[in-house]
């Protein structure tokens, strides 16, 4: 049955709904950083300054020049002789200032033979990840753990979601390479095992214990694996300790 009497409310009620169904749609597909609001703005290093807002503070345009568009030594490759046999190179806001405001970030991965860029996930920005050279294993998982694994070759492209825990593994005994590309200036990087084994100071074995459902001495056998620090050494912090400084 058609009303053709109160056309006026129909309308506005569909075009309000429009309107968020709008709004919804583009907001989920905001996924990178925020829109400049300027040409450029080539990010500072100067410690003086001790107020960042969303990034860096900008170098005065009348002193930028085409080479603070410029990062040089993409071509060379990162370190794999350590434990895991890979090397990310992050060229981000840190490495890179004229990145600052645009919403862009690579990264070069460089792979030893077998070698493993441990599972790890970057806080703020998608991954869209290029294989150069070699055959990598490589997948990631999802909120509901749910793995989404495969073979990648050479010419392979392949997208890592934001925020979600992933890896490559380097299945030639010849180096392997791969280059990255973030929608965020500062993606971040934040590696499973040192999130957990690596932390300064450590979490307290309570924690890791539980957690893990395993004792203490599997917990020191992780740690010394990823901690730089001296695992001997009893830092002496407990919940107790901890609870008497609160309260
Ligand atoms: C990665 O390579 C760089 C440059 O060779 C090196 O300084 C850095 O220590 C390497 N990182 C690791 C984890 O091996
Ligand atoms: C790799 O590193 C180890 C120790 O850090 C060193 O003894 C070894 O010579 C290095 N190998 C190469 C090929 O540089
Ligand atoms: C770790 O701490 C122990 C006890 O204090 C000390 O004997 C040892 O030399 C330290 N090891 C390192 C690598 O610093």
């Known amino acids: 049955m058609v009303n053709t009497k109160g056309g006026r409310l129909p309308k506005l009620v569909i075009s309000t709904f429009c309107m968020s169904a709008f709004a919804i749609l583009f907001y989920v597909s905001d996924a990178s950083d925020p829109t400049p609001l300027q040409d450029f703005c080539v990010g500072i290093n100067d410690p003086n300054y001790a107020v960042v807002v969303n990034g860096k503070l900008c170098k005065n345009p009348n002193d930028v020049t085409v080479n603070d ?13 350590n434990t895991q046999g890979a090397n990310a190179t992050l060229v981000d ?12 970030a690579m990264a070069r991965v460089d792979f030893g033979p077998y070698g493993l860029n441990t599972p790890h996930l970057h806080p703020r920005g998608s991954e869209i990840f290029a294989v150069v050279e070699g ?9 509901g753990y749910k793995l989404y694994d495969t073979i990648l070759k050479k010419g392979d492209v392949i997208v890592f979601p934001q925020g979600l825990i992933h890896f490559q593994l380097n299945l030639g005994k010849k180096d392997a390479l791969a280059y990255a590309s973030f929608g965020s200036q500062n993606p971040g990087r934040v590696n499973v095992a040192d999130g957990v084994f690596a932390t300064t100071p450590r979490i307290l074995d309570d924690v890791l214990t539980k ?37």
């Open 69 to 81: 568009f410029l990062y040089k030594g993409f071509n060379v490759p990162g370190d794999t002789n």
């Open 93 to 104: 806001i840190t490495r890179f200032p004229g990145v600052n405001t645009q919403g862009v």
């Open 135 to 143: 055959t990598l294993y490589a997948g990631f998982v999802t909120t």
């Open 211 to 247: 957690g893990f459902q395993v004792d203490e001495i599997v917990i020191e056998q992780l740690r010394s694996q990823f901690s730089p620090e001296n695992i001997s050494v009893n830092t002496g912090r407990s919940i107790l300790k901890l609870l008497s400084q609160t309260f």
